[in-house]
């Protein structure tokens, strides 16, 4: 099946520092990959929705200067968490849409990455 | 707005029983749902996916029904292991886009 690897898994910063998280599709091409944002005992909240080649569209409430997206291939999206605080502290998970070899989307299917979670001091 | 209920929050069965988890949406106008795993600090495995136009899906001692008209869901284990161990997320595709909308999940504890 599909796999989609994060980078890293676990990540400890000062507050003030700038953090990346990397999403990976391993063994197919994503041209579309979202991140997820989730609280202990809460659902996985959608931050943004990453389009390889264009400009993230983020959902409501989420600060895009906040939380930089950059989807630059069709296999990475990367997330960076500027000047984190400690609110910023969370799980944060990627998914990618299989398009499949015909290029057509299988909205049907998202690989979902491990997780990283993020612990700011 | 789509929103996504799942009933109970939190659930602990001895190994050996057959248990059912709920999952209720408000909007009845979904592409498919799924049902998920999720390992503490770890990603989601998908379970079952379950078609607007499907009733039921199985997988081994797993079985996820649908009931579109009234918004639920059911996710059904049978002979629960300890291995089944972990928070249970279901989410609705809505048909206008793909984006999925989470429950909250359920906290499955299956004691030895």
């Known amino acids: 099946g599909a796999v989609v690897s994060q980078h890293p898994s676990r990540v400890i910063c000062k507050s003030g520092t700038s953090v990346k998280i990397e999403c990976r599709s391993l063994?197919?091409?994503?041209?579309?990959m979202f991140w997820y944002r989730q609280f202990p005992k809460k659902s996985l909240m959608l931050m943004a929705t990453?389009?390889?080649?264009?400009?993230?569209?983020?959902e409501q409430g989420v600060e895009k200067d906040k939380f930089l997206i950059n989807h630059a291939s069709l296999t990475l999206s990367t997330l960076t968490v500027t000047s984190a605080h400690p609110e910023d502290s969370s799980f944060y998970i990627c998914?990618?849409?299989?398009?499949?070899?015909?290029?057509?989307?299988?909205?049907?299917?998202?690989?979902f990455g491990p997780g990283t979670r993020l612990l700011v001091l | 707005k789509q929103e996504v209920t799942q009933i109970p929050a939190a659930l602990s069965v001895p190994e050996g029983e057959n248990l059912v988890l709920n999952c209720s949406f408000t909007?009845?106008?979904?592409?498919?749902l799924q049902w998920f795993r999720q390992d503490p600090g770890k990603g989601l495995t998908s379970l079952l996916l379950i078609q607007s136009s499907q009733r039921e899906q199985t997988s081994g001692r797993l079985n996820a029904s649908l009931d579109k008209s009234s918004g639920r869901s059911t996710l059904y284990i049978a002979a629960s292991q300890p291995g089944d161990s972990a928070t249970y997320l279901c989410?609705?595709?809505?048909?206008?886009?793909?984006?999925?909308?989470w429950g909250a999940g359920t906290k499955l504890i299956i004691k030895p």
């Open positions: 909007d009845s106008a979904i592409y498919n």
């Open positions: 990453s389009n390889e080649g264009s400009k993230a569209t983020y």
């Open positions: 063994d197919f091409q994503a041209t579309t």
């Open positions: 998914s990618a849409d299989f398009s499949g070899t015909s290029g057509i989307h299988d909205f049907e299917t998202q690989y």
């Open positions: 989410a609705v595709r809505g048909v206008s886009n793909y984006q999925l909308i």
